[in-house]
C-alpha cells in the first residue's frame, strides 16, 4: 500500500497515511495562538489543517535535502542540507536565518562541552537562551508578509 | 533594529524562549522526516532542531496570512478554509494545495484553487 506522505487526496480529517504522523495540536495551536492577537480564536479544523500542512512541509523540505545528499553521495542529511534546501524550496529568510542558528549552536555545544567539564553546575539555560536571542537578532529583518498576494 | 508589528512576537521571545528550547518534539520530527522518502537514511542529530525552527517560522507564516484573510471576512476565528486561501494564495505554499482541497466541488478554498487554475 502507497504511504507516501506527499500523496493526493489525503483527507482532512480522520486521515490514514498521516495520521500517526503528525505534530502534537497542542504545540502546533500554541505556535498559532501566539502570533497571533490575544482575541484571536482558531478553529479545531485550522489547526487540524495547519498540522498536516507542516508535515507536509517536514516532508517536502527533506526530500530535497537527502535528494541532495543522493547527488554528492553523501549518507547522512544534516542541518546545513536542511538550510539549503529551504532556501532551493523558495523559503529564502528561513535558510539564512537558520544557517546562522546552526553555526551559532554548534559553538554553544562545543562551548557546553568545555563547560560541562570544567563546572558540574552547569549552564545550560543560559546557552538556550543567548541561542534563541540570537536567532532573535539573525531574523529581526524579516519582512512580515506583504498583503500583495492576497489582493491579487 | 525595525520595530516589531502587531502581530510579532519576536520580541517576547517567540514560543522557544517560553516552553524550552524545542517547542516541538524532535522524536517525532525525526519520524516525519524518515516517512518522507526512501532516501533518507541517516539523519544528524542537529537536523530536526533545524526543522523545530523551521516548522515554526512555518506555522508562524502560513498563521499570519490566514489571519488576514480570517479579517477580510471580518471574523475572529480562524477557520480551515482560511488556511486553506492563504496555501492557494501563496506561491512558496504550492506544494500544499492538493492537501487542502480535498472536494473540488464544494468549499470556498476549492472554487478559488479552481479559479487560479
Aim: glycine share 6%; aromatic share 6%; hydrophobic share 35%.
Amino acid at each position: 500500500m502507497e504511504d507516501n506522505i506527499n500523496s493526493e487526496g489525503a483527507s482532512s480529517s480522520s486521515s490514514t497515511t498521516t495520521d500517526n504522523m503528525l505534530l502534537p495540536i497542542a504545540n502546533v495551536g500554541r505556535i498559532m495562538k501566539q502570533i497571533l492577537p490575544s482575541n484571536a480564536k482558531i478553529s479545531k479544523e485550522a489547526k487540524e489543517t495547519m498540522q498536516e500542512c507542516v508535515s507536509e512541509f517536514i516532508g517536502f523540505v527533506t526530500s530535497e535535502a537527502s535528494e541532495k545528499c543522493r547527488n554528492e553521495r553523501r549518507k547522512t542529511v544534516n542541518g546545513e542540507d536542511i538550510c539549503s534546501a529551504l532556501q532551493t524550496l523558495g523559503f529564502d529568510d528561513y535558510g539564512g536565518a537558520l544557517k546562522r542558528y546552526l553555526s551559532r549552536y554548534r559553538e554553544i555545544e562545543g562551548d557546553r562541552v568545555v563547560i560541562n567539564q570544567n563546572k558540574p553546575s552547569g549552564n545550560n539555560n543560559n546557552n538556550n537562551n543567548i541561542l534563541q536571542e540570537d536567532f532573535l537578532l539573525y531574523t529581526s529583518t524579516n519582512k512580515t508578509p506583504n498583503n500583495d498576494n492576497l489582493f491579487d | 533594529m525595525r520595530q516589531p508589528g502587531a502581530y510579532s512576537k519576536l520580541l517576547s521571545g517567540g514560543v522557544s524562549g517560553k516552553t524550552g528550547p524545542h517547542s516541538l518534539p524532535l522524536a517525532r520530527i525525526k519520524k516525519i522526516m524518515k516517512k518522507s522518502s526512501e532516501d533518507v537514511k541517516m539523519i544528524s542529530g542537529e537536523a530536526p532542531i533545524v526543522f523545530s525552527k523551521a516548522c515554526e517560522l512555518f506555522v508562524e507564516e502560513l498563521t499570519k496570512r490566514a489571519w488576514l484573510i480570517t479579517l477580510q471576512g471580518k471574523r475572529r476565528t480562524m477557520q480551515k478554509d482560511d488556511v486553506a486561501s492563504a496555501v492557494i494564495t501563496t506561491d512558496i505554499f504550492d506544494f500544499l494545495v492538493n492537501l487542502v482541497v480535498e472536494d473540488r466541488n464544494n468549499s470556498t478554498a476549492a472554487v478559488a484553487a479552481n479559479k487560479l487554475g
